[in-house]
Antibody
């Protein structure tokens, strides 16, 4: 069974930074494409970005609202994917989920971690 | 970017009903369309991928169809545990956008 556990959420001021982690188990992580999806309070799902496996070129794609501010990376030795969030805005307030992309769909999701950007 | 539009935004139905949710893409996406179910306070769960392939373990009362730009998710014989919010998502090209969601409520 695939398990994904996010951590690192919390309260941060506008303009600040935060790094989220997602530890994975139950899958061959080196082959995994890993995604981040967020959900503002009371709103719908928003795709944030994706990092492909090294064998797929480790390509990274981002949604326009976070491009240039957020960085996705992975450490295959730790079965962990990261989301470095810089220059945070109040609009970035959301629950952040990591998800395993089995192929192109989001097959398994973590429980989410809440990021609140407020002064 | 590909825009995904779901309709309706909300829907009331009764146990035992049949409901259909529609998702439209702003450009053709072949069958790169996925459906997720989310219950309050929980992470989303994959229901279906590539338009009509049911994830293992998902009840057969769920079905999906469509290709190109128009897709549907149909649930027959609604059960109490099916009342939730449903999202479509295209995985044809990045950014892999979601629809705005359809909230299915008990009538």
């Amino acid at each position: 069974e695939v398990q994904l556990v996010e951590s690192g959420g919390g309260l941060v001021q506008p303009g600040g930074s935060l790094r989220l982690s997602c530890a994975a188990s139950g899958l061959i992580f080196t082959d995994a494409w890993m995604s981040w999806v967020r959900q503002p309070p009371g709103k719908g799902l928003e795709w944030v970005g994706l990092i492909k496996s090294k064998t797929s070129g480790a390509t990274i794609d981002y949604a326009a609202p976070v491009k240039g501010r957020f960085i996705i990376s992975r450490d295959d030795s730790k079965n962990t994917v990261y989301l470095q969030m810089n220059s945070l805005k109040t609009d970035d307030t959301a629950v952040y989920y990591c998800a395993w992309s089995g192929v192109t769909w989001l097959d398994s999701w973590g429980q989410g971690t809440l990021v609140t950007v407020t002064s | 970017d590909i825009q995904m539009t779901q309709s309706p935004s909300s829907l009331s139905a009764s146990v035992g009903d049949r409901v259909t949710i529609t998702c439209r893409a702003s450009q053709p996406i072949s069958t790169y369309l996925n459906w997720y179910q989310q219950k309050p306070g929980k992470a989303p769960n994959l229901l279906m991928h590539t338009a009509s392939s049911l994830k293992s373990g998902v009840p057969s009362r769920f079905s999906g169809s469509g290709s190109g730009t128009d897709f549907t998710l149909t649930i027959i014989n609604l059960q109490r545990e099916d009342f939730a919010t449903y999202y479509c998502q295209q995985s044809y090209s990045a950014p892999f956008t979601f629809g705005q969601g359809t909230r299915l409520e008990i009538k």
